[in-house]
């Protein structure tokens, strides 16, 4: 399946649609510090953090990836319930340390410290796991 990685700035209805879908499926804990997932959602778009993994004109996953001149960090990474497990996840994550190393600066996964399945993640993945904030 291939899911091509972007950076939304300009969503089309379509878009929001899928991101509210997207983030419906995400525990409480993965949208903090926002209320919601229309709050986290904006946040990111009004701030240009957010990417998202596309497959057919669709939207099956999206996280936050802030970028900062010591670092990247990656958070917030969340893909549909019905498209779990086929490497949607994966790509987005592949795709943000690909840009990352393109310029030049390490990816960090921003999570809480007691999600273990986060743990793993950046375990698997040889990402410094920093708490969210």
């Keep these: 399946m291939p899911v091509f990685v972007e950076t939304l700035t300009e969503p089309s209805s379509q878009d929001l649609l899928d991101l ?3 983030f419906a499926d995400a525990p409480a804990w993965l949208l ?12 990111a778009l ?17 996280a936050l990836l802030r970028r900062d001149t010591r670092h990247w960090q990656l958070s917030h990474l969340c ?3 019905v498209t779990r497990r086929r490497g949607v996840g994966r790509r987005i994550l592949d795709e943000a340390q690909r840009m990352a190393a393109e310029a030049g600066q390490d990816l960090q996964l921003a999570a809480p410290a007691e999600q273990l399945e986060t743990q793993a993640l ?3 993945m040889h990402l410094t796991l ?3 904030q």
Excluded at 32 to 43: C, F, G, S, V
Aim: no cysteine.
């Design 20 to 22: 509210a879908k997207i």
């Design 32 to 43: 903090a510090p926002h209320a919601d997932a229309e709050a986290l959602i904006q946040a």
């Design 46 to 62: 009004a701030d240009g953090s957010l990417i998202a993994g596309r497959f057919n004109d669709r939207l099956l996953g999206a």
């Design 79 to 81: 893909v549909r319930k």
């Design 122 to 124: 950046a375990a698997r």
């Design 130 to 132: 920093v708490p969210l």
